[in-house]
């Protein structure tokens, strides 16, 4: 039994799961609020943008890369997603095809240039966050957009039933996508061969390719996959605020990042699992509603996201030290 | 072209030519449309004192990429060093030596946020990516606590004065600039520590097996930097007459692309001083041109990040 539990210990995602149900469990009796209903759809709902562009991250950094510019990515798609909304409506369907094939376009253009121009992927797309930052800016004029039509402004509910406390619920537009976002990220990571492709070019990418795998190829999927839900997460946040702003969602990109890592998937790709990721969504996700519900004033927040984002990677670090140790032992 | 730039005996460092080419080309620009307003002592004086804070937080920032780190937390350290300084100074803000006591703890903040950094990297061994992400949202959240998130004001002339004063034309900040990039530069250039961190930059394993204590030039590194964003701090507050959690936050990634285009190699070991400074003067003078002609400034952000990435190319592509 011990032994079979030994692997485990070692695991990065364990930790965290440890971490996150003592959480759950101190909230739960410090606050009544925490384990209702409706604070539980309300804290998937709130971080719904945060996962699904944190599942295109992970994919990214699997890969061995990194994208900082899907902020822009994101803002850009969403303001031509919206624009074309309003000008000749549609419906759900259109919206994120657009502004996932806007998301597409840019993403393969990272891929381009981090392919061809063999720089750290973090210089090309902090670079690139600027050229279409600027340019959404500058084509925009910082303006906002709203008055959507109602079909968009009313969302999607699916299930609606009126639970025991008096409220509606229903699975809504920001959960559905989240669900089909995480579960077509872990149908492509887990079950699919270009999956497989992903962690080998992360892992050691010549030798993916000399056993023959196309890296430019793969590449070009992750940028544009990446961008695709950047969209995608655009449009859900566009429906959540009921508006669009260009620089709402400007310097989102660290914040991403923190929960990825905060899950254990490697800065220099090749190691991490999904399920790490949602453990540090969650966590991020359960830290800034627990501290909401208990009180504490919100200057707080950051610093105790902080601490517990510098301990995390401190432990990981820590316990990969002790390994690499004993493994050349 | 090759043959012309050799032809002028120009520098033998490529990048440094490439940037040399994109100044020549802007400047003659702005002499063929607007000569006699960018090339006036106010517009010459304005663009130099705008210069140095992006200037000293590329350095704090090169300094960490030439050993192949990364520094996240130079903007939260900023504010947190003029945080600290600003809320001593304003308790008492003729006293001189209250001035003196507020720079003192300024550089105590930055020394240890320095420190704390270092020893995440060197001894704990997390990446440096994500250990000065992790201390930039702490240290963020630190400011937000210390001020309240709100603005503190009401500097002596005497610190203003680093801001906004000139010496015989030449403005403080650049001044500023000028004295700790040359300090950087011997530092870099002519003591040991500054080849241990070329040399870690290369090749951190083989740099530790030949007896370097390379997790002890880490944590220098990181206090470098740090102080660098003290000096910055100085200069920001000058400049704004006041102190604020979230100030200057766009600088952090413009830092890291004006330490790239200055030459630094992303993954350490490669780049120089001289070719920041440089780099520093081009987006500068791109920045002041393009605002005298009347172009957006997100245009010339834009330009910022598409000068870094022609700047790549040319460089992958000649070699």
Redesign the interface.
């Known amino acids: 039994m011990l032994n079979r539990l030994r692997p485990l210990l070692k695991q990065h995602e364990f930790y965290l799961a440890v971490l996150i149900s003592l959480l759950v469990i101190i909230l739960s009796v410090m606050s009544e609020d925490f384990m209702t209903l409706g604070n539980i759809f309300d804290m998937t709902v709130s971080s719904a943008i945060l996962g699904i562009m944190a599942c295109g991250l992970f994919v990214v950094l699997i890969a061995g890369g990194i994208d ?1 510019s899907f902020p822009a990515t994101a803002a850009i798609a969403q303001y031509i997603s919206a624009s074309f909304i309003l000008s000749s409506g549609g419906n759900f369907a259109t919206a994120f095809a657009i502004a996932a094939a806007v998301g597409i376009i840019l993403g393969l253009i990272n891929a381009v ?1 981090v392919y ?5 992927s ?3 797309t ?6 279409y ?3 959404l ?2 084509f925009s004029d910082g303006a906002w957009l709203y008055g959507f039509p109602d079909w968009f402004m009313d969302g999607i509910n699916l299930f609606n039933f009126t639970a025991s406390d008096g409220y509606d619920y229903s699975l809504n537009l920001p959960i559905i996508t989240l669900l089909v976002v995480i579960a077509l990220t872990s149908l492509l990571m887990n079950k699919t061969r270009l999956g497989r492709q992903i962690y080998a070019m992360g892992g050691n990418s010549d030798a993916a390719s000399r056993i023959g795998i196309n890296l430019f190829g793969v590449t070009l999927f992750v940028y544009a996959y990446m961008g695709a839900l950047a969209g995608i997460a655009a449009m859900v946040q566009a429906q959540i605020t009921q508006s669009v702003a260009p620089n709402s969602l400007m ?1 989102f990109e ?1 914040t991403v ?2 929960a990825v ?1 905060l899950g254990g998937t490697s ?2 790709g090749g190691k991490g699992t999904l399920f790490g990721v949602i453990l540090g969504v969650a966590l991020l996700a359960i830290i800034k509603n627990g501290l909401t519900l208990l009180g504490v004033p919100a ?9 517990i ?2 301990l995390s ?2 432990m ?3 316990n ?2 002790k390994q690499t140790a004993m493994g050349a032992i | 072209m090759q043959q012309v730039l050799s032809a002028l005996t120009m520098p033998s460092d490529k990048n440094i030519r490439y940037l040399l080419v994109i100044l020549a080309a802007i400047l003659v620009m702005m002499a063929a449309t607007s000569g006699g307003t960018f090339f006036s002592l106010t517009n010459l004086q304005s663009m130099s004192s705008q210069m140095p804070l992006l200037g000293i937080l590329a350095l704090a920032m090169a300094i960490c990429m030439l050993t192949g780190g ?1 520094n ?1 937390s130079i903007i939260a350290s900023t504010n947190a060093c003029g945080l600290v300084m600003a809320s001593i100074i304003t308790q008492a803000p003729d006293s001189t030596w209250m001035l003196i006591a507020a720079l003192a703890a300024g550089l105590v903040t930055a020394i240890i946020i320095g420190i704390a950094n270092g020893m ?1 990297i060197a001894y ?4 440096p ?3 000065t ?10 400011n ?2 210390i001020s ?2 709100s603005v503190i004001s009401g500097f002596p002339e005497a610190l203003l004065v680093l801001g906004n004063g000139t010496v015989a034309g030449i403005p403080m900040p650049l001044i500023l600039f000028a004295v700790f990039a040359l300090g950087l530069w011997g530092l870099l250039e002519h003591t040991p520590l500054g080849r241990y961190i070329y040399l870690i930059g290369s090749n951190e394993k083989a740099t530790r097996f030949s007896g370097i204590n390379t997790q002890k030039a880490l944590v220098y590194v990181y206090i470098i930097s740090s102080i660098l964003c003290w000096i910055a701090a100085i200069i920001m507050m000058a400049k704004f007459n006041s102190a604020k959690a979230g100030y200057g ?1 766009s600088y952090l ?2 830092a ?2 004006a330490a ?1 285009l200055g030459g630094i190699h ?2 350490g070991g490669f780049g120089r001083i001289i070719g920041i400074v440089l780099a520093l003067v081009v987006l500068q003078t791109l920045e002041s041109g393009l605002n005298i002609l009347g172009v ?1 400034s ?9 000068i ?2 022609i700047f ?2 040319l460089q ?1 592509f000649r070699s």
């Open positions: 900082i240039l061809q121009l063999k720089v750290p973090i210089i090309i902090i670079a690139m966050l600027n050229v930052f600027g340019l800016i500058y310097g660290l990042l923190a890592v800065m220099g200057y707080w927040h950051t610093l105790i996201t902080g601490l984002i510098i990677i401190s990981t670090a820590w990969n030290k | 990364i996240l995440l704990v061994g997390v990446s990516i994500l250990a992400l992790g201390m930039m949202t702490f240290i963020n959240g630190l937000l606590l309240g998130g936050e990634l413009i890291i692309l790239v992303p993954d957006s997100y245009l010339t952000m834009t330009l910022w990040g598409a870094l990435i790549i190319s992958r």
